[in-house]
């Protein structure tokens, strides 16, 4: 905190009095008491004593007066290897707080006071060994003394808590207080294991109770992996910690329940989604991870075949008309319809979105959730957005015949629509919308594109080994039986966790509409018609971007086995 605000575009008493949060008059009194003080406080830490604003509000301000990122501490769980590097004297000796180590990076992430203590992080730096990257936060000093207090002390590896819980009992009711909630193992199992699943990249938490056990799996690069199983003695006291986190009814057992809630790990925000289910061997727990920091690719990071990209851009440049991402759940749909979202975005276009719900924030964006209890639903959300002066709608799912004729009625009337449909190929998506009872002379001229894709993993770099093509996989890979050709297969590192991959890519077919494909869709041709039509004007199907992809030697031939069909067309 300690910096020369005069040399800021905004002080620190402007940002404060320009939001609202402090008078002219208290600013003044703040401003006579540190002229008076023979000692002289920062400006922030005289404003809370004298009860003007509060630590996170001067957090806040002085984040947007620096021009750095700042850290809310009362909702974050730290990383135990980040604590185990900075003893807890060293922490209050700095007035600092470790939030997060990351290995590959050689970096701690770190919360301090004031982000241009260079003495301190100098000192940390010294202490810890020269090489090692500081990335300092700002926080407010309380907080900071706070969570010291918190952490330090209590066992925050899974396998210590589990030691703890063998030995003593769990209090229920103090589950739901707020009241030093870090004294209790079971909160720290949970943030533990929530904890681990972002660090490793999962998607999805999968909490299955059975007979005498309970089952732990998280969902990485698409594919569940049993993590671990713990005794069933401990999941009650783990649904009532998940339920509070999740704002859900915890007395509610027989019933499914929705929620969600935001927590910082490793120094980010990450919001999840939660969905409790009863089954016959108690209540079933699915988190699902929304990590804002990895969900928006930019288009030219896709790593899509240029002529696609090509394409892509093109559907992009038309002004008027819907564009589909269609697919199974899990396939990264709303992923790609954020990157296209990202590539128009900017201040001369009104983007306004309908999802259920929202799921990562972005700036300049009106983003709305459906909410059926006030009746706000696909079809008169979009009814509503119509009349909020839009250039772009982003339509979260089209699933009944309201949002369909909505969606459409948008897109002819000189708006881009972006939307998502559940079917298994671009050219599907056509007999799906006649199905919800769209006409073929309102879809003929108004459809701009359809986007088909899937999610596979890539090969791990580290590990991955080459073969001899045998003759199936040659035959697979529209190959001549008698070459010879080098694929790649997965082994297994502990870089990729004995895996084989590591992280995920897509596969995609673009279908592009022009005039004799619109009219073809009124003259209501066939799925077999269009598609060859489509075929012999460039059109690639997915188990040709699959080939291209292993060809490339980026994933297997099991891999794209697993999610597109290798056998369509031989």
């Given at each position: 905190m300690a910096t020369d605000y005069q040399n800021k575009k905004l002080r620190l008493g402007d940002v404060l009095t320009l939001r609202g949060v402090i008078t002219q008059d208290q600013l003044q009194v703040a401003l006579t008491e540190q002229q008076k003080s023979s000692h002289?406080?920062?400006?922030?830490?005289?404003?809370?004593?004298?009860?003007?604003?509060?630590?996170?509000?001067?957090?806040?301000?002085?984040?947007?007066?620096?021009?750095?990122?700042?850290?809310?501490?009362?909702?974050?769980?730290?990383?135990?290897?980040?604590?185990?590097?900075?003893?807890?004297?060293?922490?209050?000796?700095?007035?600092?707080m470790p939030i997060s180590f990351d290995a590959s990076k050689f970096s701690l992430t770190i919360a301090i006071s004031d982000v241009y203590n260079l003495l301190a992080i100098d000192q940390l730096r010294s202490y810890l060994g020269g090489n090692i990257v500081i990335v300092p936060l700002l926080a407010g000093i309380t907080e900071i003394q706070h969570a010291i207090d918190h952490f330090y002390g209590v066992e925050l590896s899974v396998d210590g808590i589990l030691e703890e819980l063998e030995t003593g009992k769990v209090d229920f009711q103090s589950l739901a207080d707020d009241n030093d909630e870090y004294s209790q193992p079971v909160v720290r199992l949970v943030d533990a294991l929530l904890s681990d699943a972002v660090k490793r990249g999962a998607s999805d938490i999968h909490f299955e109770p059975e007979q005498g056990f309970l089952r732990i799996r998280y969902r990485i690069d698409g594919v569940l992996q049993q993590i671990r199983s713990l005794h069933i003695n401990y999941w009650p006291a783990m649904t009532v910690r998940l339920k509070v986190l999740s704002t859900m009814n915890i007395a509610e057992t027989r019933a499914p329940q929705d929620g969600r809630f935001s927590m910082t790990v490793a120094g980010r925000s990450v919001d999840f989604r939660a969905s409790v289910q009863p089954t016959t061997h108690g209540e079933n727990f699915v988190l699902r991870i929304l990590d804002r920091n990895r969900g928006i690719v930019e288009l030219n990071d896709l790593d899509l075949h240029p002529e696609s990209l090509m394409t892509l851009k093109l559907m992009l440049a038309r002004p008027e008309g819907i564009l589909l991402v269609t697919g199974p759940t899990g396939s990264g749909k709303t992923t790609t319809l954020y990157s296209m979202l990202s590539h128009v975005n900017n201040e001369t276009v009104n983007i306004m979105t309908l999802e259920d719900p929202v799921e990562y924030p972005m700036t300049l964006l009106r983003q709305t959730s459906v909410n059926e209890a006030a009746k706000m639903d696909f079809a008169s959300g979009i009814r509503s957005m119509m009349r909020q002066d839009p250039d772009v709608i982003l339509v979260g799912e089209i699933r009944d015949k309201d949002t369909a004729d909505m969606a459409m009625r948008a897109a002819m009337t000189g708006?881009?629509?972006?939307?998502?449909?559940?079917?298994?190929?671009?050219?599907?998506?056509?007999?799906?919308?006649?199905?919800?009872?769209?006409?073929?002379?309102?879809?003929?001229?108004?459809?701009?594109?359809?986007?088909?894709?899937?999610?596979?993993?890539?090969?791990?770099?580290?590990?991955?080994?080459?073969?001899?093509?045998?003759?199936?996989?040659?035959?697979?890979?529209?190959?001549?039986?008698?070459?010879?050709?080098?694929?790649?297969?997965?082994?297994?590192?502990?870089?990729?966790?004995?895996?084989?991959?590591?992280?995920?890519?897509?596969?995609?077919?673009?279908?592009?509409?022009?005039?004799?494909?619109?009219?073809?869709?009124?003259?209501?041709?066939?799925?077999?018609?269009?598609?060859?039509?489509?075929?012999?004007?460039?059109?690639?199907?997915?188990?040709?971007?699959?080939?291209?992809?292993?060809?490339?030697?980026?994933?297997?031939?099991?891999?794209?086995?697993?999610?597109?069909?290798?056998?369509?067309?031989?």
């Amino acid at each position: 905190m300690a910096t020369d605000y005069q040399n800021k575009k905004l002080r620190l008493g402007d940002v404060l009095t320009l939001r609202g949060v402090i008078t002219q008059d208290q600013l003044q009194v703040a401003l006579t008491e540190q002229q008076k003080s023979s000692h002289p406080l920062q400006l922030g830490q005289i404003l809370i004593q004298l009860g003007f604003a509060t630590e996170s509000i001067i957090r806040d301000a002085l984040s947007e007066v620096l021009n750095t990122e700042s850290i809310d501490l009362t909702h974050m769980t730290p990383d135990s290897e980040a604590l185990a590097r900075i003893p807890r004297s060293k922490a209050l000796q700095l007035k600092i707080m470790p939030i997060s180590f990351d290995a590959s990076k050689f970096s701690l992430t770190i919360a301090i006071s004031d982000v241009y203590n260079l003495l301190a992080i100098d000192q940390l730096r010294s202490y810890l060994g020269g090489n090692i990257v500081i990335v300092p936060l700002l926080a407010g000093i309380t907080e900071i003394q706070h969570a010291i207090d918190h952490f330090y002390g209590v066992e925050l590896s899974v396998d210590g808590i589990l030691e703890e819980l063998e030995t003593g009992k769990v209090d229920f009711q103090s589950l739901a207080d707020d009241n030093d909630e870090y004294s209790q193992p079971v909160v720290r199992l949970v943030d533990a294991l929530l904890s681990d699943a972002v660090k490793r990249g999962a998607s999805d938490i999968h909490f299955e109770p059975e007979q005498g056990f309970l089952r732990i799996r998280y969902r990485i690069d698409g594919v569940l992996q049993q993590i671990r199983s713990l005794h069933i003695n401990y999941w009650p006291a783990m649904t009532v910690r998940l339920k509070v986190l999740s704002t859900m009814n915890i007395a509610e057992t027989r019933a499914p329940q929705d929620g969600r809630f935001s927590m910082t790990v490793a120094g980010r925000s990450v919001d999840f989604r939660a969905s409790v289910q009863p089954t016959t061997h108690g209540e079933n727990f699915v988190l699902r991870i929304l990590d804002r920091n990895r969900g928006i690719v930019e288009l030219n990071d896709l790593d899509l075949h240029p002529e696609s990209l090509m394409t892509l851009k093109l559907m992009l440049a038309r002004p008027e008309g819907i564009l589909l991402v269609t697919g199974p759940t899990g396939s990264g749909k709303t992923t790609t319809l954020y990157s296209m979202l990202s590539h128009v975005n900017n201040e001369t276009v009104n983007i306004m979105t309908l999802e259920d719900p929202v799921e990562y924030p972005m700036t300049l964006l009106r983003q709305t959730s459906v909410n059926e209890a006030a009746k706000m639903d696909f079809a008169s959300g979009i009814r509503s957005m119509m009349r909020q002066d839009p250039d772009v709608i982003l339509v979260g799912e089209i699933r009944d015949k309201d949002t369909a004729d909505m969606a459409m009625r948008a897109a002819m009337t000189g708006h881009q629509v972006f939307s998502t449909l559940h079917t298994n190929s671009a050219i599907g998506a056509i007999p799906r919308l006649l199905d919800l009872g769209v006409l073929p002379d309102v879809m003929s001229g108004n459809i701009i594109g359809i986007v088909a894709q899937r999610l596979i993993r890539k090969l791990c770099v580290n590990c991955s080994q080459t073969y001899q093509a045998d003759a199936t996989e040659l035959m697979l890979l529209r190959e001549p039986e008698a070459s010879e050709f080098t694929l790649h297969k997965s082994t297994g590192c502990p870089a990729c966790q004995k895996l084989g991959y590591k992280g995920r890519m897509a596969l995609m077919e673009l279908l592009r509409f022009d005039a004799e494909l619109d009219d073809m869709v009124a003259q209501h041709k066939s799925t077999n018609e269009l598609l060859r039509y489509a075929l012999g004007h460039g059109f690639r199907l997915l188990v040709e971007d699959g080939i291209r992809r292993i060809k490339e030697g980026k994933t297997t031939l099991e891999e794209v086995a697993r999610v597109v069909d290798m056998t369509q067309g031989l």
